[in-house]
C-alpha cells in the first residue's frame, strides 16, 4: 500500500507540473565559445587583485613589501566545463602570474630600496558555480566554491645591493605566496556571485512586448544540467498587461530537444503561440472596421434589395464592413508546419450621417493561416500567410449562397489588407531569454508535433566585461533587476 500511494504521488506531481513554453539548451559548443569570454574576464579580474603591504623582521633583517602590481597572467591551461547536477566548472592549471613590487629592506646597518620582479608559478585554480532558480524565476548562481593554490614563487632583485640580498627571497616570497593564495579565490567569488549575476540579471523574466502585452520567462525550475548540456525550461507565457492574471492554462506538449549539434536549441510549444493569441484577444486587438472602395461598390450590389428595402434614401449612405474575432485564434504546430485558425463575425453596417448605424448582415469568417517562425539576434518574428478562407452567414443557409460573390472578394481584402496589419505586428518580434550581448545566427527551424526547435549557433555582440560595466552603471551594487 505504502508503494503504491509514493507511486501515485509521484504520478500526480509529474501530472500537475507545467510544462514550459519555452525551452533552451545551452551545448558543449556553446560553452566552448564562452570559454574564451571567461578566460578573458578572469585574467581581467586577477590583474586587478589588490594586495596589502606585506612586512616582515627576521633575525637581522627588516623588510617592507608594497606597490604590488601584476604585469601578466599565463593562462596556460583554462576549461569551462559543464558539472552534472550543479552547474559550471572552471579550471586553471599549471599556470603563472609575472608581478613587481617595491622593496625596503634593512638589514643590521644596510638599507636599501629597489624594485623586484617576481613570478608566482604552478598556479592553479578550481571554481564550481551552482545554478539555480532565484525566487523571481531568473537564473542565478547562487554559491560558488573556489580553491587556489601558487606553488612557487621566484624573485629577481635589482640594485647595487640586488645579488647580496638573493638569499632573503625565500623570506619574501613565501610571504608575497601566501597573499596570492588569499586574494584570488575572495576576487573571483565576487566576479561570479556579483558580476556575473549582474550579467544574468538582463535576462528578462517579465518584458513589455509593447502596449497591449507582456511575455513571462520565468524559470520553471533548477536548470538540468548534465555533462554535455543546461537545460532551462521558461514559463513562456504571454499576458495582457492591464490584467495579468487572465491567462490560459497549458495543455501543450512538452518540448522535447534531443540535439547537440549546435551550440544553443530554443523549442516553443504551442502554448507560446496560444498565450500571446489569446493576450492579443483579451486586449481588443483583433477588432477593427475596414472598407476598400472596390469591395464597398460590390457590397452596394450584394444588398441592393435590402437596401431599398430598409430606406431607398439610405443608398448613398457610407457602408463599413467591422471584423471582430470571436474567439481567440489557436496554432497547431505539425512537422509539415505551423497554421493558426482564426474564426471571427463579419458585420456588414450601413452609417448613415446623423442617425444611429443599420446593420445589414452578419456573417462567420473561418480563416487558416499558415505561419513561418524566423529569428534574427534575440527576437522571434512570425510571418502569416492565408491559406483557407470561408464564410456563411449567421442567419439562414439561403444567405450563405447569396455570399458566395463575396468570397473572392473578402479573401482579397484579407490578404492585402488585414494579413500585412498582423504582419507588421508580428515582425517586430519578441525577445527570448539570452543575455545582453549574445545573439543567435545560422538558425535552422524545424516543426515537430505540438512545438518548434530553432538550432543555432551564439555570437558575442559585446564582451562580458561591457555588459557587465553597462549594466552596472544603473543598477545599485546590492540589488538585482526587478522581475
Known amino acids: 500500500f505504502t508503494a503504491l500511494t509514493i507511486l501515485f504521488l509521484a504520478f500526480a506531481t509529474m501530472m500537475s507540473a507545467e510544462p514550459p513554453g519555452?525551452?533552451?539548451?545551452?551545448?558543449?559548443?556553446?560553452?566552448?565559445?564562452?570559454?574564451?569570454?571567461?578566460?578573458?574576464?578572469?585574467?581581467?579580474?586577477?590583474?586587478?587583485?589588490?594586495?596589502?603591504?606585506?612586512?616582515?623582521?627576521?633575525?637581522?633583517?627588516?623588510?617592507?613589501?608594497?606597490?604590488?602590481?601584476?604585469?601578466?597572467?599565463?593562462?596556460?591551461?583554462?576549461?569551462?566545463?559543464?558539472?552534472?547536477?550543479?552547474?559550471?566548472?572552471?579550471?586553471?592549471?599549471?599556470?603563472?602570474?609575472?608581478?613587481?613590487?617595491?622593496?625596503?629592506?634593512?638589514?643590521?646597518?644596510?638599507?636599501?630600496?629597489?624594485?623586484?620582479?617576481?613570478?608566482?608559478?604552478?598556479?592553479?585554480?578550481?571554481?564550481?558555480?551552482?545554478?539555480?532558480r532565484d525566487d523571481s524565476g531568473r537564473l542565478k548562481i547562487s554559491n560558488m566554491s573556489c580553491d587556489a593554490a601558487v606553488a612557487k614563487m621566484r624573485a629577481k632583485f635589482s640594485g647595487t645591493l640586488g645579488k647580496v640580498y638573493e638569499f632573503l627571497a625565500s623570506f619574501l616570497t613565501t610571504g608575497m605566496r601566501f597573499i596570492l593564495n588569499q586574494q584570488i579565490c575572495p576576487t573571483l567569488n565576487h566576479a561570479g556571485l556579483v558580476l556575473i549575476n549582474s550579467l544574468l540579471d538582463t535576462v528578462p523574466v517579465r518584458q513589455t512586448v509593447d502596449k497591449y502585452v507582456g511575455i513571462d520567462y520565468a524559470l520553471l525550475s533548477d536548470p538540468v544540467v548534465t555533462s554535455s548540456s543546461l537545460d532551462m525550461d521558461f514559463r513562456g507565457m504571454f499576458y495582457v498587461l492591464e490584467n495579468p492574471n487572465d491567462t490560459i492554462v497549458n495543455y501543450a506538449a512538452y518540448p522535447v530537444v534531443r540535439e547537440y549539434d549546435r551550440m544553443v536549441y530554443l523549442a516553443l510549444s504551442e502554448y507560446f503561440f496560444d498565450s500571446g493569441m489569446y493576450a492579443y484577444y483579451k486586449a481588443g486587438v483583433f477588432s477593427m472596421q475596414i472598407m476598400p472602395k472596390d469591395l464597398e461598390m460590390l457590397l452596394r450590389t450584394t444588398y441592393f434589395g435590402t437596401i431599398m428595402m430598409l430606406n431607398p434614401a439610405l443608398m448613398e449612405a457610407p457602408i463599413s464592413l467591422e471584423l471582430e474575432v470571436s474567439t481567440a485564434p489557436r496554432c497547431v504546430i505539425k512537422t509539415s508546419g505551423a497554421t493558426v485558425a482564426v474564426t471571427a463575425v463579419v458585420t456588414v453596417m450601413m452609417l448613415p450621417a446623423g442617425q444611429t448605424p443599420v446593420q445589414l448582415s452578419s456573417m462567420t469568417m473561418e480563416a487558416k493561416l499558415n505561419a513561418k517562425v524566423s529569428m534574427k539576434g534575440k527576437k522571434l518574428a512570425v510571418h502569416m500567410d492565408l491559406r483557407r478562407f470561408k464564410i456563411y452567414s449567421n442567419q439562414s443557409a439561403l444567405e450563405s449562397l447569396a455570399l458566395i460573390p463575396l468570397q473572392g472578394p473578402l479573401k482579397t481584402m484579407l490578404q492585402i489588407s488585414i494579413v500585412p496589419i498582423i504582419n507588421n505586428r508580428t515582425k517586430k518580434g519578441v525577445q527570448i531569454p539570452l543575455p545582453e550581448g549574445m545573439d543567435f545566427i545560422e538558425e535552422v527551424v524545424e516543426y515537430h508535433n505540438g512545438f518548434i526547435i530553432i538550432g543555432a549557433n551564439l555570437h558575442f555582440t559585446k564582451g562580458l566585461r561591457e555588459v557587465i560595466e553597462s549594466n552596472r552603471q544603473y543598477m545599485p551594487s546590492n540589488s538585482t533587476l526587478a522581475p
Not at 525551452?23 to 594586495?51: A, C, P
Not at 596589502?52 to 583554462?78: F, R, S
Open 22 to 132: 519555452c525551452k533552451i539548451r545551452i551545448t558543449s559548443k556553446g560553452l566552448d565559445m564562452l570559454k574564451y569570454e571567461t578566460q578573458k574576464f578572469v585574467e581581467e579580474e586577477l590583474e586587478n587583485i589588490t594586495v596589502p603591504d606585506l612586512k616582515g623582521k627576521e633575525g637581522g633583517l627588516q623588510y617592507t613589501i608594497q606597490d604590488v602590481k601584476i604585469q601578466e597572467l599565463n593562462l596556460t591551461y583554462a576549461d569551462l566545463r559543464f558539472q552534472p547536477d550543479v552547474g559550471l566548472l572552471f579550471d586553471i592549471q599549471n599556470s603563472s602570474i609575472s608581478l613587481t613590487f617595491q622593496r625596503h629592506i634593512l638589514y643590521w646597518f644596510l638599507h636599501d630600496v629597489g624594485a623586484i620582479n617576481a613570478s608566482a608559478d604552478g598556479v592553479n585554480i578550481h571554481v564550481a558555480l551552482y545554478m539555480t
